[in-house]
């Protein structure tokens, strides 16, 4: 028997490439990849960078032409201009002058600290909402069987797959008849129904997984079906349900046409509030990129608390179902 016959690498070696096979064709693919990887990282983080870099910028700088890539002087007339706005228009102008002996005035009358407490309210209810009815779901849909259980799954996987856009008319239509038009809580029930089928085949896949073991050792103890959710699977599920819960977040707080298209003025979320700082060719960009700034602090100090969970819970469930 010849030495090919036995070597399973006898094949390998006569189909070496130079580009995975030598010394110089790894320092290429490590060069390639890196360069990718810096392209890449660019076109995401640069929008990013410009939005920071432009709200230190003072309004004529920002006009000038070619623009600058790093501010020639720091400048925080766009925060200071959005603080004004928001201490005039919620109200606590005199309060300040009282404390301090400040008199604020502001030509932009937009309530920021408003803005980003309603969208902290429905996107909290929003999150609520979807962990609540699609664990309860998930949990039916993984441990009991009955007829037409993949046809559902499939329905729920499908509505992940419309616009948001395509079913504007019937919501607003059923908005209206309900009599809940220009209040945050139509938005709660819209946000939590659109993210509840994904939480609802996140969760499932951590059930699937459940150990059946400690399932039977509730069964033992005498509990309930509800007491086995409640007291068993629950605890157990926080990253999945933690993961479930940011996404529906920040899904709400983001969202821009519904609630554009569902409230007035006085009762925007931050996406249409923001949009409000855009007023044609009058628009300070410098005050739109400080407004952005600020309203992504508390969600940013959230997430980067409670990243590790999102983490777990997404790699937890989300690939198994």
């Known amino acids: 028997m010849t030495t090919q016959d036995t070597d399973p690498t006898a094949e390998f070696r006569k189909n070496q490439s130079w580009l995975y096979d030598s010394k110089a064709g790894g320092y290429v693919r490590k060069t390639a990849i890196g360069l990718l990887t810096l392209l890449i990282g660019s076109f995401i983080l640069f929008p990013l960078y410009w939005m920071v870099v432009t709200a230190f910028k003072t309004t004529s700088e920002i006009?000038?032409?070619?623009?600058?890539?790093?501010?020639?002087?720091?400048?925080?007339?766009?925060?200071r201009l959005v603080i004004e706005s928001s201490i005039q228009a919620g109200g606590y102008a005199g309060v300040v002058q009282n404390l301090f002996g400040v008199t604020v005035t502001s030509a932009i009358d937009i309530n920021l600290l408003g803005l980003v407490l309603?969208?902290?309210?429905?996107?909290?209810?929003?999150?609520?909402?979807?962990v609540v009815l699609g664990t309860g779901a998930s949990y039916v849909l993984s441990r009991r069987d009955f007829r037409g259980k993949?046809?559902?799954?499939?329905?729920?996987?499908?509505?992940?797959?419309?616009?948001?856009?395509?079913?504007?008319?019937?919501?607003?239509?059923?908005?209206?008849?309900?009599?809940?038009f220009n209040t945050h809580l139509a938005l709660v029930l819209i946000y939590g129904a659109m993210t509840a089928p994904f939480v609802v085949w996140l969760m499932k896949g951590f059930f699937d997984d459940f150990p059946?073991?400690?399932?039977?050792?509730?069964?033992?103890?005498?509990?309930?079906?509800?007491?086995?959710?409640?007291?068993?699977?629950?605890?157990?599920?926080?990253?999945?349900?933690?993961?479930?819960?940011?996404?529906?977040?920040?899904?709400?707080?983001?969202?821009?046409?519904?609630?554009?298209?569902?409230?007035?003025?006085?009762?925007?979320?931050?996406p249409p509030g923001l949009l409000t700082f855009v007023q044609g060719f009058n628009t300070q960009w410098n005050v739109v990129a400080a407004a952005s700034i600020i309203v992504s602090i508390p969600v940013l100090a959230g997430l980067a608390y409670i990243q590790r969970y999102f983490v777990q819970g997404l790699t937890g469930g989300a690939i198994k179902g």
Do not use: H
Request: with cysteine; net charge negative; hydrophobic share 55%.
């Open 118 to 130: 309603s969208s902290l309210k429905v996107a909290v209810g929003a999150g609520v909402i979807a």
């Open 150 to 180: 993949n046809l559902l799954m499939s329905l729920l996987l499908a509505s992940l797959m419309f616009p948001g856009t395509a079913i504007m008319v019937p919501e607003w239509e059923l908005i209206s008849y309900l009599g809940l």
């Open 212 to 270: 059946d073991s400690i399932l039977e050792a509730s069964r033992i103890d005498q509990c309930t079906p509800f007491e086995t959710f409640w007291y068993v699977l629950v605890p157990m599920a926080r990253n999945s349900l933690i993961a479930s819960f940011i996404f529906a977040f920040l899904l709400a707080w983001n969202e821009l046409v519904f609630a554009l298209t569902l409230l007035d003025n006085s009762k925007f979320t931050v």
């Open 63 to 79: 006009q000038q032409i070619p623009p600058t890539v790093f501010p020639n002087d720091f400048s925080f007339e766009g925060f």
